[in-house]
């Protein structure tokens, strides 16, 4: 093996072990390194601009359907917790608790920030009056801590980065529709800016957020089979409301409790997109999410090098005013061939190549990290061509993802069926289930797998329940999950 190809040696290849092959990547990447903390990680720079571009992207979507954004504290009261019974029996195995401060013992132990609806009544409730003050469109951008026993970089770590809406309504039917109106924005941006197609429906009562009426979720599959719930919307009813106090003066002056919703998705989707899209290869970015979009790489022997850098940058001010992220590596003492793996690896999508002999034929090469083409293209067309190769590479992903979820997406009509199935292939499985939480219950013991959600459009309706034979009432989405 040549030395421009080592590196890929230090991967582990998906085939061996997925989750090697995916921290051999997240690490060889430079996306993030771990902390002394047990469970935390640092968001290196290419880690962290993932997220700071989905940030951007979702930030726009919820502003412009009337949300803001604002910043609620990271330590709340314990007594808090306390005032919504379910909620914290939900989330009391993962509180971590501040009990001491400046040497002395706290009167109340401070939970460090979980999820947010609790400070979120407790604010609302000072801030709402009357129905002139609702509907409350309020969004943050936030760090919470979850202690979670088991940990996997950015897929579940015990601190995380995320956003969490909170909204308030006069009527059950607008807090409804503000659910369904994020569910919504989350599928279009999780498919058209990450390329990665997910499965939109309803949560069981038993894997419904702690606290809620009802839950909604859009659910992806990774490159091993396994589930990943990309984002999750709850209408919370009045159950907060309630808890909180939370009141206004209706339009016939009567005193109504409000209508709460929440929603939200975290930096657990830099861990899908590469489980997503990456390769034995590396990471594989989806253009619209990716930091470097284009890398220009100069190439030929030293007496033209000096031409043609002074032509790739002249292109890449050109692209660059275009709006597309592109950087350059002119740096003499790496060969063109181990820049190729190196951002190959890297994920980045396409690959600009200018030598001497493109610049006398006013041409470059554009190659994609996806299906590998070289396309021979005009420098007068550059802006053109990259964006469509840009767009090509965003379709072919997905599409690519789509393919891979539709094939390992299988139907079954017993739990016999489903344990023989698991044993040989790890996917989605569709089932049918008469709504117990017994039979759920059988399901997750007896084959590691929990209901991802109720598809609001499945491939085919169940009539029977796996387990116990019964009328369904649900066909269920079953698969193992991160």
């Known amino acids: 093996m040549s030395k421009d190809k080592q590196f890929v040696t230090e991967i582990t290849p998906q085939s061996e072990d997925f989750s090697r092959w995916y921290i051999d990547v997240i690490k060889k990447a430079e996306l993030m390194d771990y902390s002394p903390v047990r469970g935390c990680i640092v968001f290196r720079p290419d880690g962290y601009e993932l997220w700071e571009l989905c940030q951007r992207e979702l930030d726009a979507k919820f502003k412009e359907t009337g949300h803001r954004n604002a910043y609620f504290p990271l330590l709340i009261p314990e007594s808090f917790f306390q005032k919504e019974k379910e909620h914290v029996e939900g989330f009391n195995p993962e509180l971590p608790f501040v009990t001491e401060a400046g040497g002395e013992l706290l009167e109340e132990k401070l939970a460090i920030r979980p999820t947010s609806e609790t ?6 409730s000072k801030w709402i009056q009357s129905y002139r003050d609702l509907p409350l469109l309020i969004n943050q951008w936030a ?9 996997l970089p950015f897929m579940r770590t015990s601190e995380f980065l995320w956003q969490e809406g909170h909204t308030a309504h006069e009527t059950e039917e607008e807090a409804r529709q503000e659910t369904m109106q994020m569910l919504e924005i989350y599928r279009e941006f999780v498919e058209n800016f990450l390329a990665i197609p997910v499965i939109t ?3 069981t009562p038993s894997e419904k957020f702690a606290g809620a009426m009802d839950t909604f979720s859009i659910e992806a599959m990774m490159k091993d089979g396994r589930a990943v719930q990309a984002g999750t919307s709850h209408y919370l009813g009045t159950n907060f409301a309630k808890a909180f106090d939370i009141k206004f003066l209706d339009r016939e002056n009567t005193q109504q409790f409000v209508h709460t919703t929440s929603w939200g998705v975290s930096t657990r989707l830099i861990g899908a997109l590469i489980m997503v899209h990456g390769d034995d290869r590396g990471l594989a970015l989806p253009p619209k999410v990716a930091p470097t979009q284009v890398i220009m790489i100069p190439i030929g022997p030293p007496k033209t090098r000096d031409a043609v850098i002074g032509r790739t940058d002249e292109l890449f001010k050109e692209l660059k005013k275009a709006g597309v992220r592109v950087k350059v590596d002119d740096r003499a003492d790496q060969s063109p061939g181990w820049k190729f793996n190196e951002y190959e690896m890297r994920g980045v999508p396409v690959r600009l190549e200018l030598g001497p002999r493109d610049m006398e034929n006013g041409v470059c090469v554009l190659v994609s990290r996806v299906s590998g083409e070289k396309r021979v293209v005009s420098q007068d067309n550059l802006v053109t061509e990259v964006n469509q190769m840009l767009q090509e590479i965003h379709d072919q ?6 393919q891979f979820r539709d094939d390992n997406f299988l139907s079954v009509d017993t739990l016999d069926e489903l344990k023989a199935d698991m044993e040989v292939k790890r996917g989605f499985y569709l089932a049918g289930w008469c709504g117990s939480n017994a039979c759920e219950h059988t399901v997750k013991e007896e084959t590691g797998a929990t209901s991802r959600n109720i598809p609001f459009e499945p491939k085919q309706t169940k009539s029977n329940c796996l387990v116990c034979g019964e009328d369904a009432q649900h066909t269920v989405v079953f698969a193992r999950a991160y």
């Open 119 to 124: 400070m979120f009544g407790h604010m609302y």
């Open 143 to 151: 760090n919470v801590i979850r202690w979670e026993k088991r940990t």
């Open 201 to 203: 429906g309803q949560k």
């Open 397 to 402: 992903m997905f599409e690519n993802a789509k």
